[in-house]
């Protein structure tokens, strides 16, 4: 803060005045998260705010850019409206990228647009942000992605854009607030456990038997398993990841109250429930688990044995409402 109050001091201009207001936005913003129980970024580490649909409004974008981006988080928000078409489940973007993409540490969108394109272990090779966004509508949405280069695809991609704006292409420093970093495993973990923590703590939203909530056909609360979940070949399926999206943001608007512990056990239970097949099986679990368990699902319960009734999870050809 020294030097930015020298600058002030030394130069009065409207550049260094706007450094001051961005270097106060900033210390609010981590020092709002810090309040929470969030670690403070390391003075190695990015830390990049969003710019809100409030900035864009007084930006000077082209009024029909401006349009497209607001589309664009229209559709990241109530992604039900392509429900039938490119999304056969419950979900929208923003039910696990919480506060409209723009939330440390429940995978803020804008990292993408900043990153890509990049390779990706998942499909073993380098993705652009269509192919990145057209990855979630395939597995999370259960769904099949716009087309690259349709309007619903531009819209998403140029609010993902949005999102990063001042922010330069492969940042060199690592990302505050990325992913949804996950607290380190416990020993063992318990479904019975897990099972009572969610229905104390997760199925108030969510429901006991997983459906989550609608209302009026939109979605209020995500289901977490069955049909109008995400498949098994979605990120969230993964049991490190699921844990660290309930460590740091569930339940809603309590994050970090839940133990490491409480919090990878709800998400070995929630992940040890069935849901619509995974869109790369083969017709042979053993098959499929042989072609991807190395990369992606070793980290999943998919192909393994459920302890408390011996059901081999995903062996099934049930591809929920798609």
């Given amino acids: 803060m020294k030097s930015i109050f020298a600058c002030v001091a030394l130069s009065g201009s409207l550049m260094c005045s706007a450094v001051v207001a961005a270097s106060e936005r900033t210390e609010e913003y981590i020092s709002t998260l810090t309040e929470l129980g969030f670690p403070a970024p390391e003075s190695s580490e990015l830390v990049h705010i969003p710019p809100t649909l409030e900035d864009l409004e007084q930006s000077g974008l082209h009024p029909e850019l401006k349009r497209v981006i607001r589309r664009g988080y229209d559709l990241f928000t109530n992604t039900q409206q392509l429900r039938g078409e490119n999304v056969f489940n419950d979900m929208n973007c923003s039910s696990c990228h919480l506060g409209d993409g723009r939330m440390p540490f429940s995978a803020p969108v804008w990292a993408a647009a900043v990153t890509l394109p990049g390779y990706r272990g998942k499909n073993d090779h380098v993705n652009n942000l269509e192919e990145r966004i057209a990855g979630c509508f395939t597995y999370s949405m259960n769904g099949k992605p716009p087309a690259y280069g349709s309007d619903s695809m531009l819209a998403l991609t140029a609010y993902h854009r949005w999102l990063a704006r001042g922010v330069g292409m492969y940042p060199e420093k690592p990302i505050y607030g990325r992913g949804f970093p996950a607290p380190e ?20 939203c969510h429901g006991e038997d997983g459906k989550g909530l609608r209302v009026d056909g939109q979605t209020v609360f995500p289901a977490p398993w069955g049909d109008g979940s995400n498949n098994w070949g979605a990120g969230m399926v993964r049991v490190v990841t699921a844990a660290g999206f309930i460590k740091n943001n569930m339940p809603l608007g309590q994050p970090l109250s839940l133990t490491d512990q409480q919090a990878w056990d709800i998400a070995y239970y929630m992940n ?21 368990g190395p990369t992606f699902h070793k980290h999943s319960m998919y192909g393994q044995t459920r302890e408390v009734d011996g059901k081999v999870l995903g062996d099934h050809s049930n591809t929920g409402d798609k």
Avoid: M, V, W
């Avoid at 495993?185 to 108030?204: H, M, T, V, W």
């Avoid at 869109?279 to 053993?286: Q, W």
């Fill in 185 to 204: 495993r416990p020993e063992e973990l318990s479904y019975a456990g897990g099972k009572q923590l969610f229905n104390d703590n997760c199925a108030i």
């Fill in 272 to 292: 040890s429930q069935e849901r619509p097949q995974d869109p790369r099986y083969t017709g042979d679990i053993k098959e499929t688990l042989e072609k991807y």
